[in-house]
Each structure stands twice: as structure tokens, then as C-alpha cells.
């Protein structure tokens, strides 16, 4: 059996039963019930996934999935591709916003090669870096596959492997992602997947005027057009029109699953691989925490299907992981409300009569 | 000239060369263009508050005015009016939502009692306690004046002597409060000075039902109609219709403001005291951060009526300063950015055709 299969067969539901228990620990604690919302709903997510009236949320990692995109020929972003490459660099270096947040987070930042098109060689041996490419970038998905379907498994497995050797010191993990055209084949894969319009799903991406966005929308629908994708699969879906870092946030958050940890999932790429990763298994939804909702309209439609409410929404279209690592303050908040707030008993308070 | 008018007449608009420089400095910054949306208008805030491109952010005070109303004589909560004092016990001895968040967030927590209707004696010395009883909370409303008007200023000015003794050890403030019955007020005052009827004012606050809730908006509409208080005059509002610790709270936002400093403003009762520091002085709302959407319904005209849109969006409605606790990390992720992260030339990435 694969990496990808055993990994799958492993992830389990959230148990319900320490939902129960959070639930009922949270309703003794000496507040009106549930007064503090969705911190609280969090905190009912949290104790489901870990198994745990006590999550761990100390030891966090914000793992940045980079690749390059063939689609890029098209002219589809108002950067040119070789940003990539520099901004996996200035990544490394800690200079990034992602590497601003996470510092502020406590959580490490790891920058991982999953397809870049660029000699990266002279940063192997950095501590937070990781070479594990599939190849020099995808093909162009407006004339065929971005991918083979082996590669699209590789990129998956790339991520696993990533949560594997991650175990053992994380507690919380965070997507994000670093990669030049990127939007478009989230847009791609979210117009696949969630039967909504490219026209719904396109945005502006790094911030493209009018004329471009209509051209990437274009681009987009070529791309469907040309190959195809069956969206009862999902490994053809991402082979077909996706990348390999979105195949690498599938399988990270895959990896999050099975090891019964949260995830923290950043914007419109994190969550086009999150999409993957609960069509491969739906069950891995329930260890997805969905950080912010991005400016990008196809986020919408994306964390709808997932059945997630994001907990920001501050208009953050940076990508790289920089709302995930925003959003991990309320993580680890929620955890310490379930552990550390005085229930009436403790604090000698009156109950009101509710 | 009293101290109330001193300070008002210290206060200074936020800086607007410090906003436009911290705005060109954003726009060097490696990423597309206000891609970190509403965290970089914040750093453009904080940069116009305290005439720094590197705004001080480290030492945080969560302030939490404590005080009773005569108005529970009306039935108006859900809990009884002795919970304010035990509540206050609790928040000194560090049990309280406001403590587990305020410790997490690095903030100190400071309870003051302006005027609890309960012996708190026992507490003087307290490090996390401070004694500025107005009197012993304030008569019913319902019936008549809440405080005579030179205990509204009274009120305001206690919040005043607090901001000035923390002056020296805190760079941004914070809002909470503790008062058993004190949604009642907070409504009142909005619909004074929003013009918005009553019913759109009133919620359920701790967690009353259709019954209660029609009774205390039927209380509020009593309250305003037996004291005519002059939307023209806020210290009148107050006297009329207010609380001790609505007053204390538009005080320290009014020593904040004079102060330069940022002040995170909590949910329903912090900011119809952030209407009155505003009504008093207009320029002191450029001093406040709305840290959260409370789900009170009478949040939603106070804000508009200080030209907010609040941070976090999570159905929080416990008060205490929970939510401007919970906001704090991304005023110190917005001053962050603005001083960490590395610029284009700095970090050597392309720019693109924007």
C-alpha cells in the first residue's frame, strides 16, 4: 500500500466524546454560557482533535510549500517568475512577512522545495529549508497536464513525509505557500471541485488590473477545457490543473490528520490544497482550522464546501502562510480558556438564573 | 480648569505625516501593494498615534473598571447584582477570562473599583487592585438620575488618574469592565447619542430571554424618557443614564489619547464610553482600536458612530476586556511588520508590473 493510502487509512473522526467532555468543562467555567463564541467552538474543535481537555499548542510550525507554475507563460501574474526563487531566499533569511508573524507566533517557519525552477542548491543544509522537489516547476496547464499523475502523488507524499519528520516536535501546524502564478491553478482547482463558475473563482491574485484578470480567467477555463479533470478524482484534478505545493498542503494537512494535530489552513492556495486533501479524505476536515478569509472571491466557495468559517477577516491577500501564523494567538487562546479560566465553583461566583 | 478639561485640551490629532511616511515605508515593504490589507492600516494608525515608524507596543495594560447599578433593582440581568463583587475577587485573584488572555497577550490586568456596591476592603494592596469608589454604584435610572453630575466627572476623571499612574509603564491600553446589569446603561447612552430607538440598542447581555429582554428594553425606554438627558451634553448622558464605570472608561480612553498611545476598545460597555470620550473630544477616537464585534446589537451603531470597524468578529459577549485581550497580538503584528519585515531592495526580489 502507498504512503498516501496507509496515511489516508490511518486518519480517524474527531472524537466526539472529548467534545462532550470540553463542552461540558467550558459550561462550569465562570462566564454566561458560551460567552466568549467561537473562541469556545474552537476550543470544542481542539480538545475533538487532540483527544485532549488540555490541547498542546505550544510547539507550532508554519510550513511554506514553494513551487513554480508553467502557467506563468501565459502571463498570468503581475510577477514575473522568477520571484519565486528570490522570495524562497528572502524566505530562508527570516526577512518575509510569514517569517514577521511567525517569530511573533512562536512558531517556526520551514520553507520547503517541492517544484521550484531555480538552482536552490546553495541554501541545502539551511535549518529552515528542505529539498524535496518533484521537478523544475510544472507544465503549462492551458496546453495539457501541469503534471503526471505520479508527480501529483509524489507532491502529496512530499507533504506527508514533511508532517512525518515534523512529529515529534510540533503540536500545531500551519500551511503556506510561496509560489509565482499560484492563484490560478487554486482558481482551477476550486472551479473543479466546487462546481462554481471560473468567473466566481478568478481573482486578482498579486493584484492584476481589469484586462488581466479577464485574460487569467480565460487561461483558467482553457485549462479545464483542454484537460479535463474528473472531479470524483482528486489526484487527476491535481495533476491536471494544479501545482506542486498545493499538492504538498494536501498532504502536510493529510499528515496533520493522522497524527490527530490541528492545522491551521492560510488563504486561497492552502485551502485549494485543503480541498484536496478532504476529497481524499473527508475526515481530514475536521483537523483543518481555517485562519482568515482571503480577498480572493474564490476562497468563498472553497471554505463553504469545507464547511469552515474562517476566524479572521482583515482582507489579507499575501498568501505565505501570514494568516495562518495571524490566527495562531487564537489558538492557542482557545486552549488556554479550556485549562486555566476559574470555573464558578473554583471562583465562589453566583450562577445567574439561566 | 479641572483635570477633565486639561486633558481634553492636550489632545492632539494623530500625526498625519507620521501616517504618510509609515505608508511609504509599507509600500517598500516585499510584498504587492496593502497585501497584508487591514493589519497595515492598523500599522498606519499606530504610526499617526505615537509619531513613530516603530510604534512601542511592548508594555500593554488591560484596565477593568469595576461598578454596580441601581438599575438591577429592575430585574434587568440575569444574574444577581452580588456577582459584580465576587467577579472582582475573582479578576484580582487571576481566574477571570480577561486574566487567562491578558497572560497570554503579555498584558498586566488592573481591576478598579469606581464604585462597587460591596466591601472590597480586604483587597487594598493588591498589586492587580485599585480603590476609586465613586460611591457605592448608582442609583436606579429607572426612577431618576443614575449620579449627580459632579460624580459623572468624578467617574471620568478616576479613569483619568489611572491612565496617568500607568503612563510610565504601559504602551498600549486596553478597555474592560465588570458591573452586574451594566448592558442596561451602555444601551441607554447609545441610543442617546446614536439616535437609534431603543429596541436596536438593547440585547440580551449575559444571556436574558424574550421576556426579560422586552422588560429591560421597556427599562431603558423609562430610563430615557423620566431624565430627558441632552445628547448635546455627554457628561449629562452620564449623569442620567450612565455608570460609574462606563465614565472611568471614557476617562482612561481620554488619558490614552493625551498620552499618545493606542487604547484597544472591548465590546458593548467599553464603547458606548468610547461615544462619550468621543463626544467630549472628538480627536480621541483616533487614539482607539476596536478590538471586536460583540454580539450585542447596540454594538453595531456605536461603532459606526466612531467610524470603527472592529478587528476580531468571533460572537464574543462576556466583556471584561476579553476581546481587546484577544485583539492585542495584531496591534503587536501590525508594529511588527511595519519595523521587521524586509523590504524589495533588501531582500533582492523583483518587482512586478503594478
Redesign the interface.
Known sequence: MSLLARTIEGITPADPEFRDRARARILT?????W?????LDLAVDLAGMTRSLAPPVARRCVVVMAADHGVTAEGV????R??TV??V??LV?G???V???G???GARVLVVDVGVAGDLSDLRGAASFQSRPVAHGTANMACGPAMRREQAIQAVEAGLHVAAELADETDVFATGEMGIGNTTPSSAIIAALCAVDVSEAAGRG??IDDVRLRHKTAVIRRALDVNQPDPGDPIDVLAKVGGFEIGAIAGLILGAAAQRKPVLVDGLISTAGALLAHRLCPHAAEYMIASHRS?EPGHGPALAALGKRP????????GEG?GAA?AM??V??AA??LT???SFD?????????
Open positions: 467555567l465562570c462566564m454566561p454560557p460567552a466568549l463564541g467561537r473562541l501574474s503581475a510577477f514575473p522568477e520571484v528570490e522570495m531566499r528572502n533569511a526577512g518575509a512577512g517569517n514577521v508573524l517569530r511573533q507566533a498579486t493584484g480577498d476566524l479572521l477577516d482583515l482582507g489579507l491577500r499575501l501570514t495571524l494567538p487564537l492557542e487562546a488556554r480558556i486555566e479560566m476559574a473554583d471562583a465562589q461566583v453566583s450562577k445567574g438564573n439561566l
